[in-house]
């Protein structure tokens, strides 16, 4: 029986939410893992309980927009934005996509469906990976640090190939338009970075003029209107609203705004929680058909993301262990393929046992890469301690 109504369909999913980290706590497994896993089974492809709706879509995305802002606060821009975490996303983005589209072109699929393949193997999603580091409290090692610098550069780089892909099957491709997207995405970054100080200077007025009034609270406001501005920026000028939000938070790095940093993160784990049972909610298993190209897709999504990875991390002086983990922690793919696999399929150009398996692809590297990162650095922090 299909429930109707966002309210009760949110009820649903923070029940399921708390459920989720009840189970964690009992059987050691990560919240982000099991939350999906509850989501898969409330939606169509067991008990079909909750419609995957606008209303759900946009209240998950906000559990996104707060998450990476949050996650921005603990992130020094100097510290991410390296040469070195560009490589590294690069050639985590090049490889992919190579291995992608070699895959379908053998399998007989053409030029512009090998090429949305590639695409939908490109981006990380920064999200699933960020909310796993917090969570073993792995954030702020230069591990750690390096894969936030790489997938949100990552994500960037995977949103212009989405922009060459699309544009070119819609015969309207342009190395001027491809270009300018990139000066542009370029520019948002450095004019951030530049205005910075005087948004720091906004909030400490704010956070000043609000104690002497004896509003303690009110530079939340204040900082969470800012995290909306800069995704909407991102959006308008074509990148992801994620990356938007954790510029926002990256701005407030070092300020002492202990309300506006609590605030958020009581914010981001509520809607954090929905986004992150939608994404199991959205899958519908029925639709996938089993196949050797299913398996061999899955098979290349992973492998080629921490191959990509890890040695471009190796060849950055990282050792072959954090190398590994850096290679793990960007293969969850996330919003960026669902988005290609949509415009896909709406447009004629791949087909349901495609985008069933793009579907399937998100979501195992999506469930496998956090099991992989918990196993990983539990048995990490049991020798080293950062």
Not at 145 to 156: H, L, T
Not at 209 to 221: H, M, Y
Not at 236 to 243: F, M, P, Q
């Amino acid at each position: 029986m299909e429930i109707t109504g966002l309210g009760i369909g949110l009820a649903l999913f923070l029940f399921t939410a708390f459920f989720a980290y009840f189970v964690s706590v009992r059987i050691g497994l990560g919240v982000v893992i099991t939350e999906i896993l509850l989501g898969i089974l409330l939606g169509p492809s067991l008990f079909g309980v909750v419609p995957y709706g606008e209303g759900i879509q946009l209240v998950g995305e906000l559990g996104a927009i707060f998450l990476l802002f949050v996650v921005g606060f603990e992130v020094n821009f100097k510290e991410i934005y390296t040469i070195r975490n560009m490589i590294i996303a690069f050639f985590g983005v090049l490889v992919p996509f190579t291995a992608g589209f070699f895959l379908a072109a053998i399998f007989g699929y053409s030029t512009i469906q090998a090429m949305f393949i590639g695409t939908a193997l490109t981006a990380t999603s920064i999200a699933i990976t960020a909310y796993t580091l917090k969570e073993l409290k792995y954030l702020n090692t230069p591990t750690a640090k390096a894969i936030i610098g790489a997938a949100v550069v990552d994500d960037v780089l995977a949103l212009l190939f989405l922009s060459i892909t699309t544009s070119i099957s819609a015969n309207e491709f342009s190395v001027f338009s491809i270009g300018f997207k990139i000066m542009i995405a370029v520019l948002f970054v450095v004019l951030t970075i530049l205005a910075a100080p005087l948004v720091q200077k906004f909030l400490q007025w704010g956070d000043k003029w609000g104690k002497k009034s004896g509003q303690d609270r009110v530079v939340l406001i204040l900082a969470v209107a800012l995290a909306f501005a800069y995704s909407s920026i991102a959006e308008i000028i074509g990148l992801s609203a994620i990356v938007g939000a954790f510029m926002a938070g990256v701005t407030m790095h070092g300020l002492n705004l202990k309300e506006a940093r609590e605030g958020a993160e009581y914010l981001e784990m509520v809607f954090a929680a929905i986004f992150f049972v939608s994404i199991g909610v959205i899958v519908d298993v029925k639709q996938i058909v089993i196949s050797t190209f299913f398996f061999l897709l899955i098979a290349v999504a992973i492998l080629s993301k921490i191959i990509g990875c890890m040695l471009p991390s190796v060849f950055m002086k990282f050792n072959k262990k954090d190398s590994f983990i850096i290679g793990v922690g960007m293969m969850p793919r996330g919003e960026i393929a669902l988005v290609v696999g949509l415009i896909g399929i709406t447009s004629g150009i791949i087909d349901q046992t495609l985008y069933g398996s793009i579907i399937a692809m998100t979501i195992i590297t999506t469930i496998l890469a956090p099991v992989m990162l918990s196993i990983i650095l539990k048995k990490r922090n049991q020798t080293f301690k950062y």
